[in-house]
């Protein structure tokens, strides 16, 4: 029997009837972990306020969640409370690991700068640390780089995004896995058969509203296209939520365009956004690699993408997707406009070029990688 401690910072939420759920992508991941391992604790973040629907309940009894207080914020007292509770968070973690045989730890987070020292110091517990974050983030918040100065300077396994030549011998590329061998195959059959017109193309945006996400420059970009380039759009689906969401409303309004807001959206949900839509646009500040990338890819939505951190080691500008940069909205209306003016022949192409990639962002595939390269088991 192999168990396992994940240590994070994942929202989850308590419903009405008593259920424990939690940020969908995360607690999908986890429950294909059951893969691996026989028993999983995750200790993660409790939040005191209704579940948004993209969130999902755990399959299994033998995965427990263990709550500790949602932490975090920008406010110098969101950082305060953080070093403040410190010690019973530590406290929990400690008392979870000493449960199982193996633990991981999901970076960067605000719980890092003092679980990170104390695993790397005080446990001799066998594990890994998945830094999900950009490894080459170069304005990264002071508590980001001591992190990731702390995991490239101790000997356990790291699991990280992209390919670098300077990265230590301990951190290992790994792809960030989202799709199911069911949804891989599904995938398949849907790229065989989506293709483009020169009326009715659809577009899309997942993720959380919000100015760094490049939601406001993703608008001034569309809005920002001719009249006559306008009339060849369809839909933007815009899935997601966020503070700014009456903002982003209001100034799309007289646009002349049809923004769709969703909303949080059920993960199957999304997939039938992606199904529909022919291009994904991801204009953010700052990322690792995003899962809704390959999700969407997988479905024959076109990236367009900006062109940090490891997202040019999958992303080929004008082969496979459509790299930005500098990420402007003068930039992103221009590749926008390369896509309105794909023909089908060059659009098939394009969404078909990486179908034997695919299969590197499977949960199956992780799993293998996680027994063979992590824990040669």
Not at 16 to 32: A, F, R
Not at 212 to 241: P, Q, S, W
Not at 287 to 298: H, I, R
Not at 356 to 365: I, M
Request: proline content about 4%; charged content about 20%.
């Amino acid at each position: 029997m192999s168990t396992l401690t994940i240590i994070s910072h994942t929202e989850h939420y308590k419903k009405p009837d008593g259920t424990i759920v939690g940020l969908g992508s995360t607690v999908t991941e986890i429950n294909q972990l059951l893969e691996i391992f026989d028993i999983i604790i995750h200790v993660a973040m409790l939040h005191d306020e209704a579940a948004p629907p993209s969130s999902l309940p755990y399959v299994s009894d033998q995965i427990a969640f263990v709550a500790i207080p949602a932490l975090g914020g920008q406010k110098f007292s969101d950082k305060v409370s953080i070093l403040w509770k410190a010690p019973s968070v530590l406290k929990t973690v400690q008392s979870a690991i000493s449960k199982t045989d193996y633990f991981q730890f999901r970076a960067p987070t605000g719980i890092g700068v003092f679980v990170i020292p104390y695993l790397v110091l005080f446990s001799s517990k066998k594990g890994w640390f998945k830094y999900a974050g950009n490894w080459k983030q170069t304005s990264a918040p002071v508590a980001y780089r001591f992190q990731k100065w702390m995991l490239k300077n101790q000997g356990r396994k790291v699991t990280i995004n992209g390919i670098w030549d300077d990265q230590p011998k301990q951190c290992l590329s790994f792809e960030n896995p989202c799709l199911t061998l069911k949804e891989l195959e599904e995938g398949s059959k849907v790229i065989l058969n989506k293709t483009i017109k020169s009326k009715g193309i659809d577009f899309c945006f997942v993720g959380r509203l919000e100015d760094e996400k490049g939601v406001g420059l993703l608008i001034d970009a569309f809005l920002n296209l001719t009249t006559e380039e306008k009339a060849r759009i369809n839909n933007i689906h815009i899935v997601g939520n966020g503070k700014l969401m009456s903002v982003y409303k209001h100034k799309v309004k007289d646009g002349g365009l049809k923004f769709i807001f969703h909303g949080f959206l059920a993960r199957q949900e999304v997939h039938n956004i992606y199904k529909m839509s022919h291009c994904m646009i991801l204009p953010s500040a700052s990322e690792g690699f995003p899962k809704v990338v390959s999700e969407a890819m997988n479905y024959g939505c076109l990236p367009v993408v900006s062109d940090i951190s490891s997202i040019s080691h999958y992303i080929k500008d004008e082969e496979n997707g459509f790299l930005l940069y500098p990420v402007t909205s003068e930039n992103l209306s221009e590749k926008i406009k390369k896509v309105l003016n794909l023909d089908d022949s060059q659009y098939s192409q394009m969404i078909a070029s990486q179908s034997n990639e695919r299969h590197k962002f499977t949960y199956t595939y992780y799993n293998n990688r996680i027994k063979n390269e992590v824990l040669n088991i």
